[in-house]
């Protein structure tokens, strides 16, 4: 089990006494459309760090509370309200965060989906990992200068902004913070893992299975799910570019999963019927791991 708890725990004892361890786009801003890059649209606050009246306050976050996140100390609360400079509103379809280039600010994802991607010189893009509420985006670009990958929005967005600039005093004031924030690191290097295991030995089937039983259990933690059904933001075509396969492939493939009766997915809205059997044709269960760290 990837628990956050043992690692925290295994982490303290071995610092010893942690608490001295010290180590194209529309861009439109309360005044209106400042630039435009592109088809969709982003929305800044006034980048005034001392005024959080424009945004959502740490103290009234959404995300606070829910079981599968862990709770901030005062302390830590306190520091992450003056970490977070402003929010970013983010419409579908639009990159905020693309391959190549040079990023000030890591995100945490407030409301809505996103999706990592890398593109080939031909255009074919091959969809790395999904992005829900209180997952971190950005932080490869903030901690090596340049993103090896973009970020593009999957429905509308809104994100937390925090500056790099500010990384260092987390990591020096605040070793907690900084374990939360490796951990995250751990996290994403976990998921990517188990996607590289779907593309090279997978089959077609458990590739599908296992990517749906994944993206429903995840969004379950975030709270997304109701009544056992979700409405999935992303298309067939997202799936072919996440599974590695084809568009054809992919249809052919989902009507092969829809026929096991284990899932049922019409307009977009997917439940799962019988998770043993989605399980068993996945080949591996996706376990809910709680809690876990956010910023």
Known sequence: MFSYELFWAAFKKDVGDWKFFVPRVAIRTNWGIIGRLGGAAMIIGNHRSNNHNHYTPCEQCPLRGRSCLREFNAEELAFVREFKVDELHVEPGASFLREGARSEQLYTVLTGWAFRYKMLDDGRRQILNY???????????????????????????????????????????????????TWLAAREEQLIDEHLVSLGRRTALERAAFLLLHLFTRADESGLVKNGSIQFPFTQQHLADTLGMSLVHTNKTLKRLFLTKAVRWKDRVFEIVDRAALVAIAGNDVPKRRPRPFI
Do not use: I, N
Not at 142 to 147: P, R, T
Not at 148 to 156: G, I, Y
């Open 131 to 181: 992005a829900l509420p209180a997952d971190m985006v950005g932080l490869q670009g903030a901690l090596m200068h340049e993103m090896e990958h973009s970020v593009e929005a999957l429905t509308p967005l809104v994100l937390c902004v925090f500056p790099r600039s500010k990384l260092w005093d987390l990591y020096t004031r605040f070793p907690s913070l900084a374990f939360d924030l």
